[in-house]
């Protein structure tokens, strides 16, 4: 009797041990699924506001083609290159999404350029994937850890998470400083789509996040053939050493598990401006670490760990 319950729990954790693997090739080929080249149609709108004078910005439609491009591909990471092809003569690097199976070191976004470092239990993320997304220098954007979902064909992550504005509304909005994204990224027949819906809040210290808007998004991105992409393949391999080098700097500055707040600005530029001449004359890592350094803006370790 006790050797037939024995055998019954063996054979019982042996299923559960290879249903949780196969669920976790399912997730690895999902993310995998989004590289490639595309051409992204971007669309945006406002649908909601709770101030009844509010004048609704005008929407947002562009359009773009990229490479999407693993550049780790490993058990428990995968990381995603994005490049941008603009008139089929230039290259520009876009951003970078990193997925970590059940990662716990997060950093979410608070305001001001301030990120809040926080470590999950490793309870709260079993057999979920972190999403981070980085700046077009690697600085940070925005992270949330939630499961991908496998069911009636199709395969989605949907996570909700604090960050900057976004690229097309930083320079040119200042009635809210947090966006509060709710992600949804979906394999479709074609590609995948990035659907958004978010809240654009008002946050200062003290006092409750105010909501100045809400708005819709779609980033569709339909895959085209990898030849359109080809000379975003050629400009990554003569610049990748580069950027590899980068990526180690801020890791160093990511590893040190503290709350971290950027300056926006150090002698007039922004940090990617910095990086031209650094790219130029192909920096090593310390010398990149030296100038993220300048960068942060010096803060008491956090003590946010929510459990190990």
């Known amino acids: 009797m ?21 669920k976790k090739e399912l997730d690895r080929q999902a993310i995998l699924d989004m590289c490639g080249c595309y051409d992204i149609t971007f669309k945006y709108t406002e649908t909601f506001a709770p101030e009844i004078d509010y004048e609704k910005k005008l929407d947002y439609t562009a359009g773009a083609l990229e490479l ?25 690097k876009h951003w970078r999404q990193d997925w970590l199976f059940e990662n716990q070191a997060v950093y979410h976004y608070d305001k001001d350029n301030n990120w809040v470092f926080s470590k999950l239990p490793s309870d709260a993320v079993n057999g979920q994937w972190t999403q981070k997304v980085y700046q077009v220098d690697d600085s940070p954007r925005y992270s949330g850890s939630a499961t991908w979902v496998h069911v009636d064909g199709k395969h989605y992550w949907e996570n909700k998470s604090d960050s900057p504005l976004p690229r097309r509304e930083y320079t040119k909005r200042s009635d809210y400083n947090v966006m509060k994204r709710g992600n949804r990224q979906e394999i479709t027949s074609y590609g995948w789509v990035h659907e958004q819906d978010n809240d654009k809040v008002l946050r200062k210290d003290g006092e409750g996040d105010v909501l100045i808007a809400q708005e819709k998004g779609f980033n569709i991105y339909t895959k085209v053939h990898d030849s359109k992409c080809q000379l975003a393949k050629d400009w990554w391999d003569d610049h990748k050493d580069f950027w590899a080098n980068v990526r180690d700097a801020w890791d160093e500055v990511y590893n040190r598990e503290g709350d971290l707040t950027l300056l926006k600005k150090v002698d007039e530029k922004p940090i990617f401006m910095h990086f031209y001449g650094l790219e130029e004359k192909g920096a090593t890592k310390a010398e990149v670490l030296e100038t993220i350094n300048k960068f942060v803006v010096n803060t008491p370790v956090n003590s946010n760990v929510e459990g190990q």
């Open 2 to 22: 006790k050797k037939t319950i024995a055998s019954s729990l063996l054979l019982a954790f042996v299923t559960i041990t290879a249903t949780s693997q196969e």
């Open 68 to 92: 999407a491009l693993p550049i780790v591909n490993e058990d428990n990471e995968i990381s995603i290159q994005h490049l941008l092809v603009v008139n089929d003569t230039m290259v520009i």
